[in-house]
């Protein structure tokens, strides 16, 4: 009751001190200050720049573009809908005409808009992610727990974790298509070239801050752990897991940020269609709203990049039993 | 020898080191009556806590062994609960969670749910903690988490308590209050304890016999003082008994002067003229 009074009294600004106006001016004006000086100096940079494809756009330039990628998504949908109605019309008299007559139901089959290329990049880089923490975590627990492992898998570890995804995109590209053969595949090739990709490099900071996470356990705990005697399923589940929370979120959140970087690279290469390929088409269209498009796509890449990293933290916060542990 | 209820049979233990093995003890010998309070005292680095991680079973002796009710003992286990220096609670479970942990482990299939509640919730009233029982380690002082490391010990129902160091992080106080708490349960409970200390006072205030031990290495049992004053004992009207100041200055003699531990201030310095003077 009283917290519930205190949040009250924290948000209502007729209680606002000199000081809590202070503290908030400060905390608002000096990004707002960096970010208008960062506008500044890209406008008149932009201005110098001369490409193929004319001058760098500027932040206005971008902004319209960015207009523009949002009316032909609305317009894209509209078609869609557009589409589904008139089929399901046709259908429908076809079918008071003669019920036995067969009616086809086709997809939509439109260009991907940029922002059904977002999505098509958040599933790819939340499975390929989601892959490499499945893999990661029971891994390095199960590495942490055992020095021989440890030492065993370690020098691996060490070679295949500096790998860039340019170089393991090929192989990955060869093994799929070989192993993958399917006449009615569930995922496109290019989702699975770029989420192997994303897993093989995003796999090492997890499975490395885990193994550490699970060898660092005090040895306090591990003693009263052995006093109480806990299986070893237990000893894993209340000792060594718990303990090794607040490192695995670290290698985890390296992890997605890592994932969301190699994820574009992936794209472009494997023709995902994400935000990678969108770039690529952009680079490779060349015409002059290419490098305004591509501006978008940058910024909206560190956006979602930003937004992930924030989910990530605010999932740690969540799980993590250590409230106080500084989070930035 | 029949009422022997944990023995100590010439503990020794090696250390290995890259120079060959090192002898921390030597041939340690100790009965133990069920029910008895023995504090085990010596300067650090004598193996205090070494003799008490044996008997816990969290080392091995490298010769010698230890016998509970006749039987050796050689791992660790829930009969011989052990309190540590630093509480050692698990920091994401509350104070009931950290005690439930244990009785879990300990009476699964013996108590129903409900039983294991009344026992958690018993555990923590001796100590005066059944206020906390939402609280997480962080969120309570030093005393009230070591109080909880004794509930949680004591939650086992163990054949022998045994605490290393239990108060030697706190200050003066709380020391206090929580050793008046203990021989409150003592008396209630009458646990076979081992206790590890260094502080002559809460040796002689709170045990049956004090263990004192020769510095290291191959460290062994020096004297042992029994001490018979009459339960209960109150620090106040202690501080003036002669039998009591008798007791502790036996102990301080044997500490400051037949085991006076000389610790070089300057190491290096020391170490020269040690050479310089086996030179000579």
Same mark, same amino acid.
């Given at each position: 009751m009283s917290a519930a009074l205190a949040t009250l009294n924290r948000i209502n600004p007729a209680r606002w001190t000199v000081t809590v106006w202070r503290d908030l001016a400060l905390k608002l004006t000096f990004p707002a200050l960096g970010l208008a000086l960062f506008l500044g100096f890209w406008h008149l940079g932009a201005q110098q720049i001369n490409t193929s494809l004319g001058t760098f756009p500027g932040p206005a330039e971008v902004y319209s573009q960015w207009t523009n990628l949002v009316d032909e998504h609305r317009q894209e949908k509209a078609r869609e809908a557009e589409f589904y109605q008139r089929q399901q019309e046709r259908n429908a008299q076809r079918l008071a005409a003669d019920p036995n007559a067969e009616v086809r139901w086709r997809d939509f089959n439109g260009r991907p808009t940029f922002f059904s290329q977002i999505r098509t990049s958040l599933w790819t880089v939340m499975a390929g992610f989601g892959l490499a923490t499945? =893999?990661?975590?029971?891994? &390095? =627990?199960?590495? &942490?727990?055992?020095?021989?492992?440890?030492?065993?898998?370690n020098p691996i570890i060490q070679v295949f974790k500096p790998v860039s995804p340019l170089a393991w995109l090929p192989l990955v590209t060869l093994v799929v298509s070989a192993v993958y053969v399917s006449d009615d595949p569930m995922f496109s090739r290019s989702f699975l070239v770029s989420m192997i990709t994303v897993t093989l490099c995003s796999l090492w900071p997890t499975l490395i801050n885990t193994t550490v996470g699970v060898n660092s356990v005090s040895k306090d705990l591990l003693n009263v752990s052995q006093v109480l005697r806990l299986n070893w399923f237990t000893h894993v589940r209340r000792i060594i897991i718990p303990s090794a929370i607040p @490192? @695995?979120?670290?290698?985890?959140?390296?992890?997605?940020? =890592?994932?969301? @970087?190699?994820l574009i690279a992936a794209e472009m290469l494997a023709q995902n269609p &994400?935000? &990678?390929k969108f770039v690529w088409d952009e680079f490779q269209n060349g015409s002059s709203d290419s490098l305004g498009r591509i501006c978008v796509a940058v910024l909206v890449i560190g956006f979602i990049g930003y937004l992930l990293d924030r989910a990530m933290l605010a999932l740690q916060g969540w799980v993590n039993w250590d409230k106080t542990a500084v989070m930035r | 020898m029949s009422n022997t209820h944990l023995e100590l049979s010439q503990v020794s233990i090696d250390f290995p080191t890259p120079s060959g093995p090192f002898r921390a003890l030597n041939k340690v010998n100790l009965k133990i009556d069920q029910g008895e309070f023995v504090s085990?005292?010596?300067?650090?680095g004598c193996g205090k806590?070494?003799?008490?991680?044996?008997?816990?079973?969290?080392?091995?002796?490298?010769?010698?062994?230890?016998?509970?009710?006749?039987? /050796?003992v050689n791992e660790p286990g829930p009969e011989r609960a052990v309190v540590f220096q630093n509480h050692s609670l698990l920091p994401w479970l509350t104070t009931y969670?950290?005690?439930?942990?244990?009785?879990?482990?300990?009476?699964?299939?013996?108590?129903?749910?409900?039983? $294991?509640r009344e026992w958690i919730e018993y555990n923590l009233d001796l100590v005066h903690m059944t206020h906390a029982l939402d609280k997480r380690p962080d969120e309570i002082s030093g005393g009230m988490k070591q109080r909880v490391g004794i509930a949680r010990a004591l939650a086992m129902q163990p054949?022998?308590?045994? $605490?290393? /160091?239990?108060?030697?992080?706190?200050?003066?106080?709380?020391?206090?209050?929580?050793q008046d708490s203990l021989m409150e349960i003592q008396a209630q409970l009458g646990n076979t304890v081992i206790m590890i200390t260094h502080d002559v006072d809460e040796a002689v205030l709170l045990s049956d016999r004090i263990v004192m031990m020769t510095n290291g290495p191959a460290a062994t049992i020096g004297e042992v003082l029994d001490v018979n004053l009459s339960r209960p004992r109150n620090r106040i009207a202690l501080a003036d008994d002669t039998d009591y100041n008798h007791l502790r200055s036996q102990v301080l003699t044997f500490l400051y002067e037949k085991q006076r531990k000389v610790e070089p201030i300057n190491p290096k310095k020391a170490n020269e003229q040690q050479k310089k003077a086996e030179v000579a």
């Open positions: 499945v =893999i990661a975590i029971p891994a &390095g =627990i199960i590495i &942490g727990l055992n020095q021989n492992v440890y030492r065993a898998v @490192m @695995m979120f670290t290698g985890l959140r390296l992890s997605l940020g =890592i994932a969301w @970087m190699v &994400g935000l &990678g | 085990l005292i010596g300067h650090s806590s070494t003799v008490l991680n044996i008997v816990a079973g969290l080392h091995q002796a490298t010769e010698g062994g230890i016998l509970l009710d006749g039987r /050796e969670q950290n005690v439930e942990l244990a009785v879990k482990q300990v009476f699964r299939g013996q108590k129903s749910r409900r039983e $294991m054949k022998v308590l045994l $605490m290393d /160091e239990p108060f030697g992080a706190l200050d003066a106080l709380t020391r206090a209050h929580l």
